[in-house]
């Protein structure tokens, strides 16, 4: 999912200006740490965040994945110092800091990667990537008609690869798109979205890519699921068209291989798909959900308190869809919220402390309810 944060950031540099840097951060140069009471990366309403820790400094960084004992992260990274032209794995521990360095590539290098996440073990981990269909990056799509798109790539495919880049195994060999793979806690299962039905719809697979299961099947783009941490469950986001205008544009687009990710909101289900309900109804864009530890509420990135698409923060929301609570107070983009295994962490996403530039970075904060 995350190739679409470019388009994202992109709009942000025209509606809206970074945060600055404020004279009073106190930030150690080499870790990028500091504490909340010192000013800098945690803002005074951020009551959640104990500490927080930047670990990356430049290029577009998202998506990053705990494994199993919460001691190595994935990410996928377009950072041109890299010698990256579009995303890429990369594999860290969870105690490092990438500021004059780079972490080890651990995807083939060609094509483009999204969506990796770790296999029970911690010896494999399983993504989609386009290399199947050439070396280069895919063509990114322009704006069409002056409207924000996502492409949905038909050479995306969902692999397992171990930790040196060597693929071991491909999960899917279907026609069509095939990725957003992320992997249930008790690691017996992976959810992921497909276009085998002709539109995009939620699957689950065993581990080994078998007992394929079609989980929704109404009109609209389900995407981004990620299992309860008991594994009985599945939070997702969609944009579902309604009338028939909304429904004719939608599948106009997904004809060229596009969606419109401006509307979307949460829905929620069994992980069979029964009991499917929606848990959102706020607006504009709402997106890249995760389970808190408690299974209890959903973390989750949205734009639904702006008037002109940015920022993006980060709020809670009972599974009732009661309580809603704003996380991140930051001016561009906060999203892709992932708590660690022991629930102890949360690793983000964000436009925070960059400078005043386009740069998406990864922070680790430790977590306090």
């Not at 994202?8 to 504490?35: H, M, P, Y």
Request: charged share 25%; glycine share 8%.
């Amino acid at each position: 999912m995350k190739f679409k944060l470019h388009y994202l950031l992109l709009i942000a540099a025209v509606l809206t200006t970074a945060c600055k840097k404020s004279k009073k951060e106190d930030v150690d140069a080499k870790s990028g740490e500091t504490k909340k009471w010192e000013g800098g990366l945690i803002y005074p309403e951020e009551v959640h965040f104990k500490s927080m820790k930047q670990i990356t400094f430049g290029g577009d960084n998202a998506e990053a994945y705990w494994s199993f004992d919460d001691k190595q992260l994935i990410f996928q990274s377009n950072n041109k110092d890299w010698g990256v032209d579009c995303d890429q794995m990369f594999l860290m521990n969870a105690d490092e800091t990438f500021k004059d360095s780079k972490p080890p590539m651990i995807s083939t290098g060609f094509g483009r990667t999204t969506c990796a996440y770790f296999l029970p073990g911690n010896k494999e981990y399983v993504y989609g990537s386009t290399h199947l269909s050439g070396k280069e990056c895919p063509e990114a799509p322009l704006r069409r008609e002056g409207k924000y798109v996502w492409p949905i790539y038909e050479s995306y495919d969902i692999f397992v690869s171990d930790l040196k880049g060597n693929i071991t195994k491909q999960l899917t060999t279907e026609p069509g798109y095939d990725a957003e793979a992320t992997v249930s806690p008790k690691g017996d299962k992976i959810v992921f979205t497909s276009m085998r039905t002709g539109d995009l719809e939620l699957f689950t697979m065993n581990i080994d890519g078998s007992d394929v299961k079609q989980i929704t099947d109404q009109l609209g783009y389900d995407g981004g699921a990620f299992f309860s941490p008991d594994g009985t469950k599945l939070i997702f986001r969609s944009s579902r068209p309604k009338t028939p205008e909304a429904i004719k544009e939608y599948q106009d687009l997904l004809k060229e291989g596009l969606v419109q990710p401006t509307e979307m909101e949460l829905y929620i289900c069994n992980a069979d798909g029964s009991e499917l309900r929606q848990l959102t109804d706020l607006g504009n864009a709402n997106w890249s959900p995760f389970f808190h530890p408690s299974g209890n509420k959903i973390l989750f990135s949205s734009n639904f308190e702006a008037e002109r698409g940015f920022p993006f923060n980060l709020y809670l929301i009972d599974l009732d869809g009661k309580n809603l609570e704003r996380v991140t107070h930051g001016e561009t983009f906060d999203a892709f919220p992932v708590f660690s295994n022991d629930g102890k962490k949360l690793i983000f996403s964000s436009n925070r402390n960059n400078g005043g530039g386009h740069d998406t970075n990864l922070f680790i904060a430790e977590w306090q309810d």
